[in-house]
Each structure stands twice: as C-alpha cells, then as structure tokens.
C-alpha cells in the first residue's frame, strides 16, 4: 500500500499473538502503529481513526465482523490473509521516525495522541535491559496495547530473547487463579498495574496453602500509582524474599517509564509509601518550583521530564504541547526538551523521588491517567 516512515496504521487486536505481530510488521514498514480496543465503541474508534489519519487497519481473523464496521473509515487488512513480499525492501530509519501513537485522556473532552519517536522507544527498551533481570524471562504481560505499558513488555522482552507469556483475560484471574495460570505457564516475571499487585497480594497474605507461592517468579513490575512500603514487605514475606519488585513511574509522552526503583522487601525505605526511584539511563529528571528553578531536597516541587524519551508531541495539537512540551535551560543542546508532568513529587536523602500527587484535576484508575474535565464533557452532553 505504499505505506513508509511516519505513517500511521492502525492494530485492531485482542489478547492474541496477532497483537505483536502486528505491531512487528508495522514497524518493519517503517511505519507507527496505533493500537485500537476491539471493546470500545465505534463512536471512539471512527475518532481514532480520522483524528490519527492512519492509512491502513490491521485485524486478525477473529476480529473481521468487528472490522466491517470501521472499514469504511480506512481500508482493514485481514493479518493472515496478507501475502508474505518475496524481499522486503530496505527502509532508511530514523531515530526520530514515529514509533507508535497512543491517545490518553484530554481535559477538553476529547483524547489526545502522543507520539512517541523510535529514540524513545529503544532508550526504554535499552533502560530496561540495564536495570532488569530481562533475559531468560518468561514475562506474564498483563496492558494491553492501548495501555503504553505494553511497550516496556513487547520490547524488552523480544530483544533479549525472553518470551512474552499472553492470557486472554489476566485483570479477571483471582488470586489463585493466577497462582495456578503461572505455575502451567511457568511464569517467571509479571508486570500490572499496582492495583491489581495489590489486589492479588491481599488474596495471596490470607492463603491456607502450605506450598510455596509463585514457585518459579523472580520479577514483578508495577506502577500506575503509590504503593504502600507495608505491603511491600508483606509480599516479600509470602514470596520468601525471593521476587524483586521494580516499582515504574512516567507518562505517556515520556515513553512509558522515566523512573524506576528495585527492592525485595523494602529495606531502608522510611517514608509509608514506595519511592519512585531513579532516572532511567538516557533520561533526566528535574523538581522545579512555579519559577522553573530546581527545589532543593525534602522540598516539594513540580517533575519535569528531559532525555531521549520525551515524545514529539500532541499529535494536531501544537498549542498544547507547546504548553506541556518545553525547552530545556539545564542543558547546552539548543533544542532540547523536556516535559512538564504536572506530578508533584520530592528529593529523598539517598537521591531517589517519591510522589507527592497531581497538580491538575487528574486521576489513576487501575493504571489509566484520566483527566476529570474528559468526564465533564461527556456528561455535558446529555441534558
């Protein structure tokens, strides 16, 4: 279809192996994809489709009859009816090429896309490799693709060998549900959303079983919002302080994660809450007051985003990002940028941040930023 760098094609995919696929075979197109829940309502996609311009819907067979009805919006493809090319063309990359476009919450009503260049991608992935124990992983992928978090999973794991483990439903399993879909599964690694750790290590501290929990697990990543040091301590005591718990923090438009802290139990942290670590490799982070100057430790101030990872920008918004998306006095490169995130956070003693809160009318729920004035909006809608 003539489809190259900088285009947008859209993945219409469920929990199956067609999802990474897609995205594989989109980028190696050289172009960005975009990926769309088949659970939504047609209302929102047709907006996804239109506001993002994608050239072209990618759907697996299962998803054809849900396709039909956003085909006349933008030509779909069926994945296993596309014909393999005899050789593949060589595309010239760009480390400032679009990667992938995700539209997150907008205080105006109406979603935003954030697109996010390869540069940022592969600094994550190559963050990720350097502070985690990725190879050898048989990794339980929990977002989906609409959620960014599922970049820090597809990647990492793909390009150190790991295998990406993929259940039609995972926020559904129970506690012991998930306890015997891994031991099947033999799950070595689990990212979530903080609160569904959270959910299932409630369930796992009340468990009569005397076997060992999670036999074969050494990693759990979580994020998405605070996590309480006590039950930190509780999971380390149920998993016989053998996991290590990687706790992420970063928007979207800093391409997925910007900050990160390890532990296994909790040890030397004395504020109730789990710090959000430190920077990423590749990625600064700043505390500003309301005059742009840093604060210094112990002092409260606004988290500013500069690196590699910062996105592009809004995708047809350039008024907004030219509010939220600014430049960077602290270093000498004249273009450079950083992002102003609107989380208020503070210096710990041994250099690590730790999330204070929101500046805006914002939310965390199970993991999704949501602006309230999305809320507004809608409801104004109806008398």
Known sequence: LDIGRDAIVAVLADRSVDAPLAVLGVLAAGAAYLPLDPGNPDERLHFLLQDSGARALLVPPQLRARAAALAPVVPALQIDAIAPADAAPEIERRDTDAAYLIYTSGSTGTPKGVVIEHRGAVNLVRGFLARHRFYGQRLLMIPPLIFDASVGDVFPALACGSAL???????????????????????????????????????????????????????????????????????????????????????????????????????????????????????????????????????????????????????????????????????????????????????????????????????????????????????????
Not at 181 to 186: D, M, P, S, T, V
Not at 196 to 209: H, P, Q
Request: aromatic share 8%; glycine share 10%; with cysteine.
């Open 165 to 383: 483990v993929l259940h039609p439903a995972p926020t559904e399993l129970g506690p012991s549900e998930l306890e015997r879909f891994c031991r099947e599964a033999r799950i070595t690694a689990i990212d979530a959303p903080a609160a569904l750790w959270r959910r299932w290590s409630e369930g796992w501290a009340l468990r009569k079983s005397a076997a060992p929990l999670l036999p074969e697990l050494n990693l759990m990543m979580i994020g998405g919002e605070s996590v309480p040091v006590e039950q930190v301590r509780r999971f380390a005591e149920i998993t016989g302080r053998r996991v290590t718990l990687c706790n992420h923090y970063g928007p979207t438009e800093a391409s997925v994660c910007a900050t990160l802290l390890s532990t296994i139990d909790g040890a030397g942290i004395v504020s109730p809450d789990l710090p959000i670590g430190r920077p990423l490799p590749g990625v600064r982070v700043y505390l500003l007051d309301a005059h742009g100057r840093p604060v210094p430790r112990g002092v409260v101030g606004e988290l500013y985003i500069g690196g590699r990872g910062v996105a592009r920008g809004y995708l047809g918004a350039p008024e907004l990002a030219a509010e939220r998306f600014v430049a960077d006095p602290f270093v000498d490169t004249t273009d450079a940028r950083m992002y102003r995130t609107g989380d208020l956070a503070r210096w710990n003693g041994d250099g690590s941040f730790l999330f204070i809160g929101r500046r805006a009318q914002q939310i965390k729920l199970r993991g999704f930023r949501i602006e309230l004035g999305e809320i507004e909006a809608q409801l104004l809608h109806h008398p």
